[in-house]
């Protein structure tokens, strides 16, 4: 029956590719853009700067995974879904992207976003999703790259399924090659990834440095030891308060960035242990909320807000 139902799948997603989904999408075409230089959806600005204002770094940023309904049995989903590209502007851009708006141009490409489903999958289906939206955001950078950057130094910078994509684009374009010596820094949170990851690019563990890279997992204090167990112990990891491998004080904490657009400072203390950053239930008006999630995942990067980024 197993070996029946794999086969179901397997001719599910052929037919998908068949009726042209597996096409590289034209990343000539505008729309197929988030965010481009002097490109903003509205409602925007108030809080995303024209990033087209900051020439001298560019930013390259891939949004996590959007794409979460159980309903949905498809693998990948369209790039031009209005529903998707929504949720990908109101929190990814957002409360995300955002984050690096001060340090240069900001590129952002829609992509053909895998299933959340894929990361329980990795060795048949799951992994073919992720590779055709690494396909994607692969053709998005090589148009950045011929038709933008000009030499610019870049800041790579994603979140869960971003950060996954991003591991491979620095394999395929910056990891012992000549672009290497463009990249400022691989902002990669949200995923497990190993210390040897690499050959020639290293983990950053203090501010000052660059051409490296940084990633964390964000859990509570009382840790979720099933999600940690399985997906960060021992791996990579840095205290995105202090950009180095030690503990944060609360009042060293520059604020997190919440649903009401309000910034919140000196809101928590934090820890690194084997693989990921723990942190103390955080101090703001909605804070009975922090104590019923598991882990601070979707939080990774607007919990740290404040913090200097590029």
Sequence with gaps: MVFFIKHILAFLLLIQFSFGFSQVPNYEKTENWAVLPGLYPNGLREYHKDSSLFSEVDVFY???????????KRWNIQLDDTDQQRKIIDLAV????????????????????????AYDHLDGLGRDALLLAYADVKAAFEFYLENYNNGKPIILAGHSQGSTILNLLLKDFF?????QKQLIAAYLPGIGIKKDEFNTIKLATNPTEIGGF?????????????????????KAVINPVTWTTSEGERKEHKGFLYSNN????????????????WISIPHFPFRALAFTMDDYHSGDINLFFGMTFG
Aim: avoid cysteine; glycine fraction near 6%.
């Design 262 to 277: 309000k910034l919140y400072k000196q809101s928590f203390s934090s820890h690194v242990i084997d693989g990921a950053v």
């Design 62 to 72: 891939v949004y996590p995974t959007v794409f979460l309904s159980k309903k949905d």
């Design 94 to 117: 957002r409360f995300q992207a955002s984050a690096w708006v001060d340090a240069g141009r900001m590129f952002v490409p829609y992509y053909r976003q895998a299933h959340i489903r």
């Design 175 to 179: 990891d012992g090659k000549d672009l």
């Design 214 to 234: 940084t990633t964390w997992n964000t859990h509570r204090k009382k840790i979720n030891k099933k999600v940690y167990n399985k997906w960060h112990k021992g």
